[in-house]
């Protein structure tokens, strides 16, 4: 009797599966190593479906919502100010180089010294050097890039900053570079 019972459940179990293996998908019935982009991408779909969503500050940048606006508390006639709220938490790059043409470490050490200022006044930009007398400062939040910018344009050796498409020149940028450490 116990035979005849565990016989009946082991073929009950096995027919559930089979059904269950019928009612799978074409594209899931393939070797995982047979899947197509397309076929990964529904198993990904398939895979968050339950997921709870991301809470807002976790979202990629593109997917989070922007910062509400008041448009009747901005100056409408300062442009610079109105893009700047704009900006508020979003990535922005800005264009920085150096006067005279100075060595890769020269713009180095150059670029160093600003963004460590930067720092020192709560801003935050990462620094990339793109050429021997070029760099990119990126700020998180791109209200901070104007504040930034104020206070590159005061330093004697920058040539120009270009934020925005708006090229901006420096106070001397024909001044000679006083190299602390310039390479032989």
Known sequence: MVKTVLIALILWISLCSAKKAAQKPDWAKKDIRDFSDADMERLLDQWEEDEEPLPEDELPEHLRKPPALDLTKMD????????????????????????????RARTEEITKIWQTSLWSNHIQAERYLIDDDR??????????????????????????????????PGKKPDIKNKALRDEL
């Open 76 to 103: 409408m006639s300062n442009p610079e100010a109105v893009l700047q709220a704009t900006k508020k938490g979003q990535t922005l790059m800005m264009f920085v180089s150096v006067a005279n043409k100075p060595s």
């Open 135 to 168: 760099a990119i400062f990126m700020f998180k939040d791109g209200s901070q890039a104007w504040t930034a910018k104020e206070f590159l344009l005061e330093q004697e050796e920058l040539k120009e900053v270009q934020l925005e498409s708006q090229t901006y």
